[in-house]
């Protein structure tokens, strides 16, 4: 394939906020923390039923963890989100550009290149693909901004390269 793939991103807040979300949610850390945070809960709970522990103590410690911690979470991505925002590179004529070798970004002031072997993995999901940069770290790709037979073309560039993906097959969604 020596074709190259040119693609403008637009960049609104929703939907980066939501790629974040996915990001973070998915994370083994996350996952590990909210197991036990269930578990502390469920030993509080428990506790209740062979009546070792006042009642109104283990709802106040089991509310405080249930409504606080994904509250926290929310929070702290919509600040991560927003602080990303800020950054003036967003503002400038932007595109990516895809072909066999690499993944680049072409800006007014930058030039990024991405080798595909220095890459993690892509993802691709029902409204984005995500290339991600690090383990914790992505790149979005809105399939809304693909014009043309451009998905079709990055799907068939995805599957080609040496890199760990996980793309949906064609008629899934």
Do not use: C
């Not at 929703?14 to 578990?39: C, E, G, Q, W």
């Not at 709970?45 to 926290?72: A, C, G, Q, R």
């Not at 220095?118 to 914790?136: M, Q, S």
């Not at 993906?165 to 008629?171: A, E, H, I, N, T």
């Amino acid at each position: 394939m020596e074709k190259e793939i040119i693609v403008k991103p637009s960049f609104t807040f929703k939907d980066y906020f939501k790629a974040n979300l996915y990001i973070y949610l998915t994370r083994p850390a996350f996952v590990i923390i909210s197991v036990v945070i269930f578990l502390i809960i469920l030993v509080n709970v428990t506790n209740i039923f062979s009546n070792e522990v006042n009642l109104k103590d283990i709802f106040t410690s089991s509310f405080v963890f249930i409504l606080l911690y994904p509250l926290l979470i929310i929070y702290s991505i919509y600040r991560h989100t927003k602080r990303i925002f800020k950054n003036p590179r967003l503002n400038e004529n932007l595109s990516i550009h895809f072909n066999e070798n690499y993944m680049e970004e072409v800006g007014d002031s930058f030039n990024m290149k991405f080798f595909w072997k220095d890459l993690k993995k892509i993802t691709e999901k029902k409204d984005w693909f995500l290339i991600y940069l690090e383990k914790n770290s992505a790149k979005v790709l809105n399939k809304s901004d693909l014009k043309d037979n451009q998905y079709n073309e990055l799907k068939q560039l995805f599957n080609s390269i040496d890199i760990k993906k996980s793309l949906k097959v064609k008629g899934k969604v």
